[in-house]
C-alpha cells in the first residue's frame, strides 16, 4: 500500500509537465534484437497458447525475431505505474489513467513511428490519442481498447437485462426476490471514482458534472459519498480477473462493473452470465503499448511493437479479451474474431464511452479539479470504510 501511494502521489499532473517532459529523443534506427523483450501487461494480453492453443501471438514472434517474451502481470493501473518507476522492464499496456503518469514521471520515450511499419494501419481515431501524445509527440502504439460493462447473472436477473448501474450503488431488491447487498462487487482502483460521477451525472443533474475525470470539490465529495454507500454493498473490491470469474461462479457475487474478458470466459464455459451497456453510459479503456525510458532491449522491444499492430495479432488479441482491435484491418477475415467480432464489441461505441484519463488540477471543464492524488488516498479511505 505504501509503495502505491508513493508512486501515484509523486506526481500531482497538470498539462503544464508536456513541454519539460519531451526530453528524450526516440531510437533513430534499429539494430539487431537483444535476444529478450520484458513486458508489463494486463491479463490476458500476451498469450502463447498456455491456457488455449488457438490463442498465441508470442511463439511466432520468438521464433522470428529470437527475442524471448517474458510477461509480468499488472493488475491495475496503478500497479503498472509502480513497476515502471521500480524499472527493469522494456514495455507497458499502459491504459489512460497511468499513461499521462508514465510520459510526466519520464519512465517512458517518445517513439519514432517511422520505425513502425504497421502505425499507418491504426484506428484514426487512436493515432493521436491525447493519453498516449503529447505536443504532438507520440509515447506509444495504440493495443487494445473497450468498455467496462455491466456484467451480470442472468439467473438472479431472471434473464432481463438490468439497465442502470444502480443495481451496484444503491441497495436494491433484485428480480430473484434478495437483496444485492453483499453480492455485488466494485472495481479496486481509484479510477472507480469516475464511475460514480458518470452515474451521478445521469442521476443529479444539478451537481453540473460535465466529464466523469474533471470534478469540483462538491462533485468529488458527491462521488464519494455514493461510494461510501456502495462500500455497505459490496461483498469484495476485485483487481484479478480470475478471482472475480471465482466470485461469479461461486461465491454468489451477481453484479459488478467488468471487462468483456471475463464474460467471455465465463460464457465460454455455459455460466449463466451476459453483459449490458447501462442507461447511463460506460467508462473504458484505451491502452497502448508505451517503451520504458530506460530499456534495456529497445530492438526486440519496436519488433514487439510491430508485431502487436498486424492484423493477425490485432484480431486474436481482440477475440481473447472480448476487445476492439486498434487496426480496422484486423475486423475482417479473422476465424477467432469473426466478422461481427468488433460490431459486438463495441466497435461502433468509440463515441460513447468515457476513456480512462488521470485526472488533473488544471481541467478543461471547470476552473479547476481534484488531482489523481487525492482520488488515490481517498478511495482507499472508503475501501477502508472512512
Avoid at 326 to 333: F, L, R, T, W
Avoid at 370 to 381: E, F, M
Wanted: aromatic letters at 10%; glycine letters at 8%.
Amino acid at each position: 500500500m505504501k509503495r502505491l501511494l508513493h508512486s501515484c502521489t509523486a506526481l500531482t499532473l497538470s498539462l503544464a509537465f508536456a513541454t519539460a517532459a519531451i526530453a528524450q529523443e526516440p531510437l533513430k534506427e534499429l539494430g539487431p534484437g537483444e535476444g529478450e523483450v520484458s513486458i508489463v501487461a494486463w491479463a490476458g494480453y500476451i498469450e502463447r497458447g498456455e491456457t488455449d492453443k488457438n490463442y498465441d501471438w508470442v511463439t511466432e514472434f520468438e521464433k522470428k525475431t529470437s527475442c524471448k517474451v517474458t510477461v509480468k502481470t499488472a493488475a491495475t493501473s496503478d500497479e503498472m505505474v509502480a513497476l515502471m518507476n521500480e524499472g527493469g522492464f522494456d514495455l507497458v499496456t499502459a491504459s489512460g489513467d497511468a499513461s499521462l503518469r508514465l510520459v510526466a514521471g519520464k519512465r517512458v520515450q517518445p517513439i519514432n513511428t517511422d520505425l513502425i511499419p504497421s502505425w499507418k494501419t491504426v484506428d484514426e481515431r487512436l493515432q493521436n490519442a491525447p493519453w498516449h501524445t503529447v505536443n504532438g509527440v507520440h509515447y506509444g502504439t495504440p493495443y487494445l481498447w473497450g468498455p467496462n460493462v455491466l456484467m451480470y447473472n442472468t439467473e438472479a436477473f431472471k434473464d432481463a437485462a438490468p439497465t442502470s448501474w444502480k443495481v451496484v450503488f444503491e441497495e436494491m431488491t433484485l428480480p430473484d426476490g434478495k437483496s444485492n447487498k453483499g453480492r455485488v462487487q466494485a472495481y479496486d482502483g481509484p479510477i472507480h471514482i469516475a464511475d460514480a460521477a458518470t452515474y451521478l451525472m445521469a442521476h443529479k443533474p444539478d451537481l453540473g458534472i460535465k466529464d466523469p475525470y474533471e470534478l469540483n470539490e462538491d462533485q468529488y465529495k458527491a462521488a464519494l459519498d455514493l461510494l461510501r454507500v456502495q462500500r455497505t454493498l459490496v461483498g469484495r473490491y476485485w483487481h484479478d480477473a480470475m478471482i472475480q470469474i471465482d466470485d461469479f461462479k461461486n461465491e454468489g457475487v451477481v453484479a459488478s462493473g467488468s471487462w468483456p474478458f471475463q464474460v467471455n470466459l465465463m460464457q465460454a464455459e455455459k455460466q449463466p452470465i451476459a453483459s449490458t451497456f447501462p442507461e447511463e453510459g460506460v467508462t473504458g479503456w484505451s491502452d497502448t503499448t508505451m517503451l520504458h525510458a530506460e530499456s534495456q532491449h529497445p530492438n526486440c522491444a519496436y519488433m514487439w511493437m510491430e508485431h502487436s499492430l498486424s492484423a493477425k495479432v490485432q484480431g486474436d488479441a481482440a477475440a481473447w479479451f472480448g476487445a476492439v482491435p486498434s487496426v480496422p484491418a484486423a475486423c475482417k477475415g479473422n476465424a477467432l474474431l469473426t466478422d461481427e467480432g468488433c460490431s459486438t464489441n463495441g466497435f461502433d461505441n468509440f463515441e460513447k464511452i468515457r476513456f480512462w484519463r488521470t485526472p488533473v488540477t488544471k481541467c478543461e471543464s471547470q476552473g479547476e479539479c481534484v488531482p489523481y492524488h487525492r482520488w488515490v488516498s481517498d478511495y482507499i479511505g472508503v475501501i477502508g470504510g472512512r
